[in-house]
C-alpha cells in the first residue's frame, strides 16, 4: 500500500488539539503553524515532506528543535514496527484462549481474523490522513478538524482515557504477575503501586526513538511466556485445572453456543486485542519518514506478526486446555509454571503500560505547551510540564486499576466503550472526510461502501458491547466471588 497524494483544504482551518496556532498566513501556497511554514501536500517535491517533516528542522506538530532540546522526528520504520506491535501485543493477547472457549474455536478465529481486516485497514487510514493533515499529532486533533473545539475535547478525552486505562490494565496484570511469582508476598495494592513507579521512571524519557528499544525487550518477554505457556499445556498430561485423578473432559468446542453477552465480551476482548491504533498516529508523528512507504510498510509487518501470533498462540492454547483456560491465560499451566510463565512476562507487561503512560502523557504535554518555544526546546517549563504529567498520568492509572481490578472485566470495557470509537469509526470517518468530495469510480463506491459499512459495525460493537461489560461486572460483583477495589488481596488465582 502506498499513501495517496491529496491534500484537503480543509485541514487548513483546523485547529491542533496542542493548541497550535491558525495558519495565519499564505505565501506561495505556503501555510504557517505557530513559528514553522509548511507546504501543502500536493505542492511537495515527495510525499514524505508532506507529512509535516520539513527539509530544515521545522516540523508541523513539533516546530524548530532549538535550545538542545529533544528531536521528534528520529523513529526509522523498523523501529515505528516494532513499537506498533508492542502496542497491539500484549495484555489482549492472554484474553484469546478464553475467547475461543466461548465463542468455540471457528467462530473465534473468523472474529479475530475479521477484526483483524477491519483494524489493519484503519491503521493505514491513519497514515493517509496524517499525509493530508500533517499538523495532526493525536486523534483529538482529528476530532477538531471534524467537529472544532467541541470535536478537539471529545476525541482527546477519549484518546487520552484510553491509553490511561490500558496502561492501569498493565499495572493490574504485572500485581497479577508479582503475586503470581512471590505466592501473595505482600498486599496487592503494593504491587500496584510499583508498577506506577517502575513506569513513572521509564516512561519520563522523552521521545520515542529513545525507548523504542524496549519495543523489543516487551515484544520478547510477552512472546516468550506465551510461546512457554502454548508449549507447557501441550506437554502436560492434562490442565492444571482439570481434575488430577481419573477421567476428564476438556470440551474442546468447534463451534461454541455463548449467550449475547458472553458473546458481546468475547467480541470486546478481541477488539482490546487490537486497540494499538490510537497510538499509531503519535508513532508516524515522530518517525523519519524518509520514503512515502515507509509507514505503510510498518504497519503491514505489524498487522501480520500480531495476527499470526494471535491465531496460533490462542488456538494452541484452547486446545490443549479447553474449558480449563484461564484469564489471564499464563495461569493455565500449573502452580510452577504459571510463576515462570509470569516472570518472563513481567518485562512485557510494564513495556505495554509504560509505552501507553508514555504518549497519553505526552498527548497532554503536546496540548500544554503547543505552538510555543518550550515544546520542543530544554527549558524550565517544557521540563516541568512533561514530569508533571507523566507523573499525573501514572497516578490515574494507579486509581483506575483499583477501582476496576478484575482483569476480564476491565479488558472487555475498555474494548466496548473506548476500543470500537477510537479504533473503528474514528479511522473510517477519517477516510470519509477526506474523500467524500472524490470523484466517483468504481473503487470509491467499494471503498465508499466499505468504511460504512465498517463504521456501523463499530457503533454496534460499542453499544452491545458496552452494555454486556456493564451487566457482566454487574454479574461478577453481585456474586461476591471477585477481588474487591483497594482490596489486599491475592489476584493471581493462587
Known sequence: MKWSRKHSS???????VSGRQQPSAEVKGEKTYGTQTVTPATEQGSEFEASGQNKGNADAVWGDVGEGGPNYRSLGWIRAAVLETKTQIGLGVLGLPAVLDTLGFVPGMIVIIAMAVIITWTDYVIGTFKLNHPHVYSLGDVGEIFFGRVGREIWGFSYWLMLTAIAASGFLSFSIALNAVSSHGTCTVVFVAVAA???????????????????????????SAVITLAISVGVQDRPSAAPQNGPFFKDVQTVGHPTFIDFMNAVNTVLFAYAGTPNFMPIVSEMKLTKPTDYSKSVILCQTFVTVVYCVIGGVTYHYTGKYIASPALGSAGPLLKKVCYGIAIPGLLVGSLLNSHLGSKFLFVRALG?????????????????GTVAANCVIAFVIAEAIPVFSDL??????????????????????Y?????????????????????NLIGWFIMGAGTYAAVMQIKADVGAGNKTSPFSCANNSGN
Open 10 to 16: 480543509d485541514s487548513d482551518t483546523a485547529t491542533a
Open 197 to 223: 513507579i517502575v513506569v513513572f521512571l521509564v516512561a519520563s524519557i522523552q521521545t520515542l526513538s529513545k525507548i523504542s528499544w524496549l519495543g523489543w525487550v516487551g515484544l520478547v518477554s510477552i512472546l
Open 371 to 387: 505552538g510555543t518555544r518550550h515544546l520542543s526546546s530544554n527549558t524550565k517549563t517544557h521540563n516541568i510540564v512533561w514530569y
Open 411 to 432: 479488558l472487555s470495557i475498555i474494548g466496548a466503550i473506548l476500543g470500537t470509537f477510537l479504533c473503528i469509526q474514528t479511522e473510517t470517518f477519517m477516510w470519509i
Open 434 to 454: 477526506d474523500n467524500v468530495r472524490n470523484q466517483r469510480t468504481r473503487n470509491w463506491y467499494l471503498l465508499m461502501a466499505m468504511n460504512i459499512i465498517f
